[in-house]
């Protein structure tokens, strides 16, 4: 009797583990594919993954470093500088934008970032938008971000 | 003498004292608060900054578990779980607050439960690897639960689960391997000294 719920249990233990990797991939390629999970990649290597949460996080982060500086930052939404610095991307040549379905693509490299802010949504995605061009919306939802060196 | 015993204590009455709290004698809780103790200090005491998850759960499921074996009755893992939650909330441990009760009540309850399956063999290696990677596992659910509860970003909670389980699951058995050979060194010696 002891052996064969023993036997139920060590099964039991392969199955959580199998299940959460499997949970893992699938959150990852269904995150992915609707634009709620961001893969940040550089040298064709994932380093980081954003979504709408981490955007309204890093968004209270920058605000607060900007009112110790006497700026002053906006709400929910994060620069995408301060946003690719802290997935660790400092150091590139430019970096390419995806959006969702067939919207447009974007190159931008490091002088032409200022203004452009990524803004949470409120189905989970997060869309680009240039503050400097009168808040216009670049990506509506972004789908990935490639930096190239 | 047996006369002067039926005399002190009259047939129907039974002494508060041998039924405390879910039926556990208050010799046995006292025990049990020392192990809920001694859970929440070694989590404090071994912290270490090795940033692996998981890996306090070989000393902390290794005492539940040594705690619920040593003393085999329902309701001690949920008494051991209840006052190492109370301490953690005390001591500050964890970024939950008060919350931060639940990560070390669940998984008493839940040894309660399973070693109720297992016939409370907690002596066995097996059984021990079985319930220390459970209610290992169990824990870290019930962080994940409390993280979206707390709203914490999901993309924080779902990368890396694969890895935090596998963790957690490894070192959960070994806290359980530590307490099956306590459990079996321990419990011979100590069954005759700690009958109620």
Redesign the interface.
Do not use: C, H, N
């Given at each position: 009797?002891?052996n064969r719920?023993?036997v139920i249990?060590?099964l039991?233990?392969t199955l959580?583990?199998g299940g959460?990797?499997?949970?893992?991939?699938v959150?990852?390629v269904q995150?992915s594919q609707n634009g709620?999970?961001v893969p940040v990649v550089q040298n064709d290597k994932t380093i980081a993954?954003?979504?709408?949460?981490?955007i309204?996080?890093l968004s209270c982060e920058e605000r607060e470093l900007k009112q110790g500086q006497g700026g002053s930052g906006s709400d929910n939404a994060v620069s995408l500088s301060f946003a690719l610095g802290s997935a660790g991307i400092v150091d590139y040549e430019y970096v390419e934008v995806t959006g969702l379905g067939d919207s447009e693509e974007f190159k931008l490299k490091q002088e032409e970032m200022e203004g452009i802010t990524l803004s949470s949504n409120s189905n989970g995605t997060f869309s680009m938008v240039n503050k400097s061009g009168g808040n216009r919306v670049m990506v509506k939802e972004v789908t990935r971000f490639y930096a190239a060196d | 003498m047996e006369e002067l015993k039926s005399r002190e204590i009259p047939t129907g009455m039974e002494n508060p004292a041998d039924s405390f709290i879910f039926n556990i004698g208050l010799a046995d809780v006292i025990r049990l608060t020392m192990f809920g103790t001694l859970i929440s200090v070694s989590r404090f005491v071994f912290q270490m900054p090795i940033g692996v998850p998981g890996h306090t759960s070989v000393y902390w499921m290794g005492l539940l578990m040594l705690g619920k074996g040593l003393i085999p009755k329902f309701g001690a893992g949920t008494i051991m779980g209840i006052v190492s939650g109370i301490l953690a909330i005390v001591f500050g441990l964890g970024k939950e607050g008060p919350l931060m009760a639940f990560k070390c009540i669940i998984p008493g309850v839940l040894l309660d439960i399973l070693a109720f399956?297992?016939?409370n063999?907690l002596e066995?290696i097996?059984?021990g690897?079985?319930?220390g990677?459970?209610i290992s596992?169990s824990k870290l659910l019930t962080s994940i639960v409390l993280g979206i509860i707390l709203?914490?970003?999901?993309?924080?909670l779902?990368?890396?689960?694969?890895y935090?389980?596998?963790l957690h699951?490894v070192f959960g058995a070994a806290g359980g391997v530590l307490a099956a050979v306590l459990i079996k060194r321990l419990k011979p010696r100590l069954s005759a000294s700690w009958q109620n």
């Open positions: 009797m002891i719920r023993i249990g060590i039991l233990l959580v583990i959460a990797f499997l949970f893992e991939k959150t990852r995150g709620k999970l993954y954003l979504d709408a949460g981490v309204r996080q | 399956l297992f016939f063999k066995s097996w059984v690897v079985i319930i990677a459970l596992w709203d914490i970003p999901m993309v924080f779902a990368m890396g689960f694969g935090a389980t596998l699951v």
